[in-house]
């Protein structure tokens, strides 16, 4: 296309297409290769190497996502981690200080009370309940406040506008991790937030068969993070960059049908006795309901219930269902299912896990693009 594509479908197709196409290639061709000969002193491009993340499939991907969020700018790494810990890299120094949320997924926080902390920078848990009290927590070194779009496993839906005005309010940088929602159903940088960071394993590829991540928003912070990137190392190679253009093409395809099939899966759980809560954004019954529909463009794929007669229950259940497959990750075209206190949430102490409504009996899914009818039937077969 001559002119960027404005309506989020069209994007998905054509964002980030070289213009003109590489020799004729209605697909950007994967350039597998390293390094790039230099084209003269003074190219404003300078050198080009696959770890300065600038060579064509990387620059093709991080143009489509940037386009997809209406950001400024986006870069691409090799994991959801490589993107969180590089931007935390680049965004805190020793002596900082950082608001959390506190039901973060299980890399990030290891992330924040690991590493982070030896290096000196300490975070705050604080809860999306009391937004009001995040003040009292701000101190003189408080940089940056870290929060997603919406949590795991309980897909709670924090009031994402107060967070933006409270974080513009005390000069924090903003950054939100945007996986759940994908930019299909929440674009961050729209909503004032300064960056936010992907796991594209997840739905952005969507295929359960690669590991990548993204950094999108602020193009003088996604300069910052590319530079420490060129420290750290964590570029995605370039067959992976073509996989997930791949897959960014259907993401709304796809996740409109996964929403449809977890609408139908989550009221036939809340249906059923031998469950006793269904966490679901798209339920009336859920507490962010009315905040979920009016912030997101869709409810999402992702779900979780608690089985009535609590963990042994949880454990039958995961045995007994046929279709779904027992294992950690989520997005893919395979409905997945965990127990959160065994993956996610094992190393968070208990008091904590039932501090946050995670408890045993609980069942996370990751609800793929099977037939909708036999994955209930299977639920029901397996839940009686
Ligand atoms: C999976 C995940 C990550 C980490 O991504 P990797 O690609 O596994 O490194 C970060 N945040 C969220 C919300 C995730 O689900």
């Given at each position: 296309m001559k002119k960027p594509p404005k309506a989020f479908a069209t994007k998905l197709v054509h964002g980030g297409t070289p213009e003109p196409r590489v020799d004729g290639a209605v697909i950007t061709p994967?350039?597998?290769?390293a390094t790039f000969e230099s084209t003269g002193v003074?190219?404003?491009?300078?050198t080009r190497y696959i770890r300065y993340n600038n060579t064509p499939n990387q620059l093709a991907l991080g143009e489509a996502l940037a386009s997809l969020e209406g950001a400024e700018a986006a870069l691409v790494t090799s994991s959801g981690m490589a993107a969180i810990s590089t931007t935390l890299m680049s965004l805190v120094s020793p002596g900082d200080h950082m608001l959390v949320l506190d039901s973060l997924y299980g890399g990030t926080y290891d992330l924040l009370n690991g590493l982070l902390a030896r290096y000196g920078v300490t975070n705050t848990p604080v809860s999306a309940e009391d937004i009001d009290g995040w003040s009292d927590r701000v101190t003189p070194e408080t940089r940056l406040v870290y929060v997603e779009t919406v949590t795991n496993p309980l897909v709670r839906v924090p009031d994402h506008p107060r967070i933006v005005e409270f974080a513009k309010t005390h000069g924090l940088v903003s950054v939100i991790d945007n996986t759940f929602a994908t930019p299909a159903n929440f674009r961050p940088p729209e909503a004032g937030y300064d960056l936010s960071v992907h796991s594209a394993t997840k739905y952005l590829n969507g295929h359960s068969d690669v590991v990548a991540g993204a950094v999108i928003g602020r193009t003088d912070l996604v300069e910052t993070v590319r530079a420490t990137q060129w420290s750290l190392g964590g570029s995605l190679d370039p067959h992976a960059c073509f996989l997930v253009r791949r897959g960014l093409t259907t993401l709304a395809l796809r996740l409109r049908q996964q929403e449809a099939s977890a609408l139908a899966l989550a009221r036939a759980l809340e249906a059923h006795p031998a469950v006793s809560r269904v966490s679901y954004p798209g339920l009336k019954s859920h507490p962010d309901h009315a905040r979920a529909a009016a912030l997101l463009d869709g409810f999402g794929a992702m779900l979780a219930f608690e089985m009535a007669a609590g963990e042994s229950a949880a454990e039958r259940l995961l045995a007994a269902?046929?279709?779904?497959?027992?294992a950690p990750s989520l997005g893919g075209p395979e409905t997945l299912v965990t127990l959160p206190v065994r993956t996610s949430h094992a190393l968070v102490p208990e008091a904590e896990r039932v501090a946050l409504g995670i408890t045993p009996g609980l069942v996370r899914c990751s609800v793929g693009l099977e037939d909708a009818a036999e994955l209930i039937a299977d639920f029901e077969a397996a839940l009686s």
């Open positions: 994967i350039f597998q290769t003074g190219d404003p491009r300078g269902l046929d279709i779904p497959v027992v």
